[in-house]
T-cell receptor
């Protein structure tokens, strides 16, 4: 299993540009989440999904959209990039059926810089 | 609301020293508690967890005990190695909704010198 994969690994955008961060998992996990990591602030939840077709907002959703059309994929879209969105983005997944729904598996991250 | 507070870093230790990283939490209900570790350039990995009061999680020589009376989950290791250099995150589940959401502390950087 590849686990949770994220692309790209690095990205530089100009203010106002849009882009999609890709996330895929091959573990058949129902739950998927997006976090951003900023210095001194830990990880903060952006959006999450408990299954295909179901998404909800986390702590910091503004400026981001998500959709979940398949179990495997959970892309994160930046609609109009702003410098405040410069961060490291992590995708995570977990499996509620095992009773370990809180044990999240993380991707390697995408480092985004918005100029 | 629920929150996690960790001791400020960085923590710098010599090899074989004793490690404690403090973590306290505020939560409603009965959260599960976790320690995640992030090695340089990588994503987070689950290090250990505890799901109820007085549980002790352990892995790779690290331990943490769920203390409800002090709302704490301090991470300890008796003898650190250079390879333990990483960022450590304390986390808890988001209330009782059990949808896999986690609330993280700010992270503590550990640097172990030979």
């Amino acid at each position: 299993n590849a686990g949770v994969t994220q692309t790209p690994k690095f990205q530089v955008l100009k203010t106002g540009q849009s882009m999609t961060l890709q996330c895929a998992q091959d573990m058949n996990h129902e739950y998927m989440s997006w976090y951003r990591q900023d210095p001194g602030m830990g990880l903060r939840l952006i959006h999450y999904s408990v299954g295909a077709g179901i998404t909800d907002q986390g702590e910091v959703p503004n400026g981001y959209n998500v959709s979940r059309s398949t179990t495997e994929d959970f892309p994160l879209r930046l609609l109009s990039a702003a410098p405040s969105q410069t961060s490291v983005y992590f995708c995570a997944s977990s499996d509620p059926s095992t009773g370990a729904r809180d044990e999240q598996f993380f991707g390697p991250g995408t480092r985004l810089t918005v100029l | 609301g629920n929150s996690v507070t960790q001791m400020e870093g960085p923590v710098t230790l010599s090899e074989e020293a004793f490690l404690t990283i403090n973590c306290t939490y505020t939560a409603t209900g009965y959260p599960s508690l976790f320690w995640y570790v992030q090695y340089p350039g990588e994503g987070l990995q689950l290090l250990l967890k505890a799901t109820k009061a007085d549980d002790k999680g352990s892995n790779k020589g690290f331990e943490a005990t769920y203390r409800k009376e002090t709302t704490s989950f301090h991470l300890e290791k008796g003898s650190v190695q250079v390879s333990d250099s990483a960022v450590y995150f304390c986390a808890l589940t988001h209330g009782s909704s059990n949808t896999g959401k986690l609330i993280f502390g700010q992270g503590t950087t550990l640097q172990v010198k030979p």
